[in-house]
């Protein structure tokens, strides 16, 4: 008798429970909001009722917010392509807040207008090819788009508006069509501004092909390549051209001055209207607003991108959400963050952005003019003159927020780069824990070339972790900071056109330390130029590098360039270019005045900066208080347990400037001599695996999973 007073009860308390929760439920119900393309942002925003744009969706959860509704809060998109304007601003008022495709529907956003295909003059035809014109004026394009300095030290900004044929950026018109041409012989070098030498003189050079006489008809033409080195893009209007003489003048110097006589100082024109003559090419006569492009397939698709601000802006916002969306066609980035947490981008797409796809942190409002680092004001939505501040600033604080996650986007297409990720304190210490998870990056940087990587990583403590990066002209991942941790990532054909470059790059700061890369897979890095899988440039130190396997990766697969303390522990190297590893002593010759005890001097200088000698660097890395002790000599780089397989060269170095263990091991094994540039990634792991397992390498859980 006594076990029913106890069965009434449980049901009560059972009733009590499912009333709460259907008066949960309903209150949860009225902070869905659905969009639809056919809907009306008079309606109340319910399924059958829903609002016809983003902004209006926004702004009806905060005003239902106001009446103390708490919990997430769901945005439904449902399918179709919604045009921006203007970028969306979410700050601390929409925290909690889930933006995310309906069920499985397809949704993009994206940042361009639509023009009319059948609006268009078709001019001539020739060998198979069309060649149309269109008024952007008249299809109410009024920002044409402005071409501005794109290269090494230049600010990173949004691209001029671009044309996008059926889903395909086209590019301006340039001669040659493919590749470069060598630099003629230099006669004024123009200033260099790398010198502090700030009077803008363009430089002269000459040219040999005939056909550039005519540019000095066009109307705004301009010259792109690499005038000094072969790790420093740049691009510069033409002054004059001297068909006599055959001269080019420039209106404007490029860093380092122009020079000839080396195989990577190479140069082409571009935005020529006598040179469209190939089909992906388009011209804009800014002054007429006509626009020329050459096709030869049927146009369905066409669009002018005239989007400059991000898609969404989040500053101060936490708990945030946005899922499964599409983003393509703006001149900028997609989404910037700055002060967030725990916000989550996942199962997203940017394509086809004039800019990179995410900024997490402060970008730096672009110089007045040229120069190779210097400060600058922090600004959000852009990425600016961020490299160049942080040249003189490595301490900035980027307030990148905490615990963000990217995670299973997909990131191609875009014009300079792919993620500037920043998180943590470098003075405290403190970690960011951001991360980037199972993305995929590749075909990158059609504007933007060196220096613009697939990931940029500032701040403390923030992760990559099983992303595929591949088809670059420059490095994979930009390392800045401490603490970071890159593993189980799949990077491949990267390097393919910057000189002097790492997959992985972290360099000439010695207070960035104890960071770790670990069971990564580097394959098929171009070995014709100065190419690394690994680069620790200028005296780079502390970094911990475990389980990796580089195969067929760079004319080196390791590149220790004068630093000191590195760890490499049970790594595969396996048909290496022409060494394995390489190390040089360069704070002992060419860059001894870098590690100089004194004010004014680039190495003290930085580790005053982060107060080197006090904690917490004092206790993190004591190492530190030697730095000036050593007079630049490498010492503390420890190599151990790792294995050789078919490499020509293990080291080319002193082994005084490493630890080189007696356990490594180096042999030929022909089961190895395999075409690894034809391998992907399942592939290698076949060819690897036995390898791999006899390193303890957990080779199947490298890349997206």
């Not at 990217?406 to 943590?424: K, W």
Request: glycine share 10%; aromatic share 10%; proline share 3%.
């Amino acid at each position: 008798m006594t076990q029913y007073p106890n069965y009434f009860r449980s049901i009560r308390i059972a009733f009590v429970y499912c009333l709460l929760s259907l008066i949960t439920v309903a209150a949860y119900a009225q902070l869905e909001v659905f969009v639809a393309m056919n809907g009306d942002d008079k309606s109340t925003g319910g399924m059958d009722r829903p609002v016809a744009s983003l902004e209006r969706a926004i702004a009806l959860l905060r005003e239902w917010r106001t009446m103390d509704h708490e919990g997430m809060a769901i945005i439904q998109v449902r399918e179709g392509t919604y045009a921006f304007v203007h970028g969306i601003s979410l700050d601390s008022k929409d925290n909690n807040t889930l933006i995310q495709a309906y069920g499985k529907e397809s949704v993009t956003f994206k940042g361009s207008v639509d023009l009319a295909p059948t609006a268009l003059n078709k001019l001539r035809e020739s060998d198979g090819i069309s060649y149309y014109e269109i008024n952007l004026l008249q299809h109410e394009v009024r920002d044409l788009g402005k071409l501005r300095n794109v290269g090494f030290s230049r600010a990173s900004g949004n691209a001029t508006g671009e044309l996008f044929v059926n889903g395909t950026a086209f590019h301006l018109a340039r001669w040659p069509n493919h590749g470069m041409v060598a630099m003629g012989k230099v006669i004024d070098a123009g200033s260099i501004p790398r010198n502090k030498d700030l009077n803008h003189r363009g430089g002269i050079f000459r040219y040999k092909d005939p056909r550039i006489d005519r540019w000095a008809q066009e109307e705004d033409p301009w010259v792109a390549g690499y005038f000094k080195w072969g790790y420093a893009d740049d691009m510069v209007r033409v002054k004059s051209i001297d068909r006599e003489k055959r001269t080019i003048t420039t209106r404007e110097p490029t860093l380092y001055g122009f020079d000839y006589k080396k195989k990577y100082r190479q140069w082409y024109g571009v935005n020529l209207l006598a040179e469209l003559d190939t089909v992906g090419e388009f011209y804009v006569d800014r002054k007429l607003g006509r626009l020329s492009f050459a096709q030869d397939k049927p146009i369905t698709k066409l669009s002018y991108s005239v989007l400059d601000e991000p898609f969404f802006s989040l500053t101060g916002a936490k708990f945030v959400q946005i899922k499964g969306i599409q983003f393509e066609e703006s001149r900028g980035m997609g989404i910037y963050m700055r002060d967030t947490k725990q916000v989550l981008i996942e199962d997203c797409t940017f394509r086809n952005l004039g800019s990179l796809g995410i900024a997490v942190g402060f970008g730096i409002k672009p110089f007045e003019q040229m120069q190779h680092e210097g400060s600058g004001e922090p600004q959000d939505n852009s990425i600016g003159d961020l490299h160049q501040h942080i040249y003189s600033h490595p301490t900035f604080d980027h307030q990148g927020g905490e615990s963000n996650v990217i995670r299973r986007c997909h990131f191609y297409r875009l014009g300079a780069g792919g993620v500037s990720l920043s998180g943590g304190n470098r003075l405290e210490l403190s970690k960011g824990n951001n991360r980037i998870e199972h993305c995929v990056f590749s075909d990158l940087n059609r504007l933007e070339k060196s220096y613009r990587p697939a990931i940029a990583l500032y701040g403390v403590g923030n992760v990559v972790k099983n992303c595929e990066i591949a088809d670059l002209p420059s490095m994979a991942i930009l390392i800045h900071g401490n603490a970071h941790t890159i593993e189980y990532n799949y990077i491949h054909h990267v390097a393919q056109e910057v000189d002097d470059q790492g997959a992985i790059y972290i360099g000439r700061d010695p207070s960035e330390r104890n960071n770790l890369i670990q069971y990564n897979l580097l394959a098929n890095i171009p070995k014709k130029l100065r190419t690394s899988g690994i680069y620790h440039d200028d005296a780079s130190s502390g970094t911990k590098v475990v389980g990796n396997i580089f195969v067929n990766a760079g004319e080196r697969s390791v590149f220790i360039g004068g630093g000191s303390d590195n760890w490499y522990v049970n790594n595969l190297f396996v048909a290496a270019g022409r060494w394995a590893v390489r190390v040089d002593n360069r704070l002992e010759n060419w860059l001894k005045k870098l590690n100089l005890y004194g004010s004014g001097n680039l190495f003290y200088d930085r580790l005053v900066g982060v107060r080197y000698l006090m904690d917490p660097y004092r206790s993190a890395y004591p190492e530190l208080a030697l730095q000036f002790d050593r007079s630049g000599r490498p010492s503390g780089n420890v190599f151990q347990d790792n294995r050789f397989y078919n490499c020509k060269r293990t080291l080319k170095g002193k082994r005084k400037w490493l630890a080189w263990d007696q356990s490594n091991a180096a042999k030929y094994l022909p089961s190895l001599e395999q075409d690894y540039q034809r391998m992907n990634l399942s592939d290698l792991k076949k060819a690897l695996g036995s390898q791999a397992m006899q390193q303890h390498i957990p080779m199947d859980h490298i890349g997206p999973q």
